[in-house]
Structure formats: structure tokens, C-alpha cells
């Protein structure tokens, strides 16, 4: 039997740990990961013990990566219609409404963004880096970037889906920018996420719940204007997926971070 793509730990304080555990794949997410992400937020909507999250990723190299470049996802023909397996990976596109802390060590990149997108805040390793690489390989950033525009300032958001692979974001810029909220020594974002997620956890959930709620309500016109453009942009804007494998194996893995 192979191990789950997934690992949930919960704890008596009411905190519920997810873990990508994909560590050889960078925590890449594919078909199957993406499935049990849906199901786990899923589930924690009628699970009253768990009434606050941390996200994190296995090992010490990367939060995740984005989706598993190994992975295939048929489109359909229509330029109006984009089928995505991270659209539901995330825990408001699933409902769910408990408060959810990302824990980031390494990377995070591309796809990532669709979690940390939906996630309250953001706790990250010193070490930690934010990059967006899809425009150095032909490819359209678009959910990524609306992500990335509604947690940053429009100049560093833009920056960081321009400049693609050239350039990093470290964990310091992060944080000055506003898209982390918290810094910790190499290794310790998971146990500062985990006590801020017990504090959300001691407060009465409904209230918290609906202060959650609230918060994303007033974002949430603006996302979904903003994302009903996506399918076409990627759809114009994309290389053939060809052109992509080869910008993909020939890539400079010259960056700098910032």
C-alpha cells in the first residue's frame, strides 16, 4: 500500500497538522494529492474536535512546488473552458471556513499559491522563498497572480509573476510586503503556526468561523471577477505544451533572491 499524498495529525488543543508528503517531488502536487486535499477540508467541516489548521510540507526543501509536471490533464478544445485540479485544492473552495495557517519552509511556487491563496496567514522559515515561474516557461500566470495581488502590493505582486524564474522572493522581502506575517529560525515555522493556530482554536468557533467569513467576503467580488478571466488569458497566452517541455529542460537555474 502506498503512503498517503496527505498526512493529518490532530492534537487535543483542537489544531489539526496537514502535511503535503510528496518531500522527493518537492510536495508537487498531483491528481491524487489534489483529490485528498478536497476530501481532508472536506472533512473537517463536520469534524467538531478540529477548529483550527496549519498547512504544511514534508522535509526542509519546499512547501510545495505546484502541480507535478508528470501529471496530464486533458483540455477540452474551447478556449473558454480551462479544466484545473487545483481550483478545489484549497480549504474555502471546499467550504470550509475554519481558520487555516500555512507553515512554509523551502519553496513555494506556482501552484502553491492556490493554498496559500486560502490560507489566514502565512508563517514562514527564514529561509523560506516565493517565486512564479510560470511566464519563464510560455505559460500565463493567472490564478496565481490574482492570488498573489490580493496579499501583496500590486508592484511586488507583478513583480514576482513577471520576472518568472530570474528572481526569488525571500522570506525577509516576504514578510516586509505583508504576505508573511510571521519569521522563524530554519525549522521552526511549523511549532510558531502550530501556536498561533491554538490560539484560533481556544476562541469560541463560531465566532471565529464567521470572523473567517467576513474577511473573505471582503475579497471575495473582486477574486471571482478577477478569476472568470483566467481560462481565457491561459488559453491565449500559453505556449503549446510542447514549446513548454522545451523552455522546461533547458531552463537557467541562474535566480536572484530578493
Given amino acids: 500500500m502506498t503512503a498517503p499524498s496527505v498526512r493529518v495529525e490532530t492534537g487535543p488543543d483542537g489544531v489539526a497538522l496537514v502535511t503535503l508528503d510528496r518531500p522527493e517531488r518537492h510536495n508537487a502536487i498531483d491528481l491524487e494529492t489534489a483529490e485528498r486535499l478536497a476530501s481532508v477540508w ?128 525571500g522570506a525577509r522581502r516576504a514578510y516586509e510586503t505583508g504576505l508573511v506575517s510571521e519569521l522563524t529560525p530554519p525549522g521552526g515555522a511549523v511549532a510558531a503556526a502550530r501556536r498561533a493556530a491554538a490560539v484560533l482554536a481556544a476562541q469560541p468557533t463560531g465566532a471565529v468561523q464567521g470572523t473567517v467569513r467576513a474577511l473573505w467576503a471582503s475579497r471575495e467580488v473582486v477574486r471571482a471577477q478577477a478569476l472568470a478571466h483566467a481560462p481565457q488569458l491561459i488559453a491565449l497566452g500559453n505556449l503549446p505544451p510542447e514549446r513548454q517541455a522545451d523552455l522546461f529542460t533547458s531552463r537557467s537555474r541562474d535566480f536572484r533572491v530578493r
Fill in 42 to 169: 472536506r472533512g473537517f467541516r463536520s469534524d467538531d474536535d478540529v477548529r483550527a489548521v496549519v498547512l504544511t510540507g514534508a522535509g526542509d526543501r519546499a512547501f510545495c512546488t505546484g502541480i507535478d509536471r508528470t501529471v496530464q490533464v486533458p483540455q477540452p478544445s474551447s478556449p473558454y473552458s480551462l479544466d484545473d485540479p487545483l481550483l478545489t485544492i484549497g480549504p474555502k473552495a471546499n467550504d470550509l471556513w475554519k481558520p487555516v495557517v500555512a507553515a512554509v519552509e523551502g519553496m513555494a511556487c506556482g501552484g502553491a499559491f492556490y493554498l496559500l491563496g486560502e490560507c489566514e496567514f502565512l508563517v514562514a522559515s527564514e529561509e523560506a522563498t516565493f517565486f512564479d515561474p510560470h511566464t519563464s516557461y510560455g505559460m500565463v500566470s493567472a490564478y496565481e497572480s490574482v492570488f498573489l495581488a490580493q496579499r501583496m502590493p500590486y508592484g511586488e505582486a507583478a513583480r514576482l509573476a513577471l520576472m518568472g524564474t530570474a528572481e526569488r522572493l
